[in-house]
């Protein structure tokens, strides 16, 4: 079992800037990949961007993309999700994910652990 905590949401103005970090636990050995996906309130969920847990290598949706950035420091076991120019419409629940066998997958049924989530606003 892997457990995942995200931490670093808030509230922020339109322009501004957020990190979200993505805390694993327990069989972290058995990550492939990471995803970070959002839901906003009467939407359905949505992928946001993922990372490769070995190699780095990213993905991200096009409403984030040059704006958002993945990373992830094996040694902490922690995924980050760095957000620029924070839009009104980027207000949503942000989720990590972990994969035991995929990576670089937009598709939330590929994600074999979660996190509780983490409320980020941005005011207009």
């Known amino acids: 079992q892997v457990q995942l905590v995200e931490s670093g949401g808030g509230l922020v103005q339109a322009g501004g800037s957020l990190r979200l970090s993505c805390a694993a636990s327990g069989r972290t050995f058995g990550i492939y990949g990471m995803g970070w996906f959002r839901q906003a309130p009467g939407k359905e969920r949505e992928f946001v961007a993922a990372i490769t847990w070995r190699g780095g290598r990213t993905s991200f949706a096009d409403s984030v993309k040059g704006r958002f950035t993945i990373s992830r420091d094996n040694a902490k076991n922690t995924a980050y999700l760095q957000m620029n120019s924070l839009k009104p419409e980027d207000t949503a629940v942000y989720s990590c994910?972990?994969?035991?066998?995929?990576?670089?997958?937009?598709?939330?049924?590929?994600?074999?652990?979660w996190g509780q989530g983490t409320q980020v606003t941005v005011s207009s």
């Open positions: 994910a972990a994969s035991k066998t995929l990576s670089l997958v937009a598709s939330s049924q590929a994600y074999d652990y």
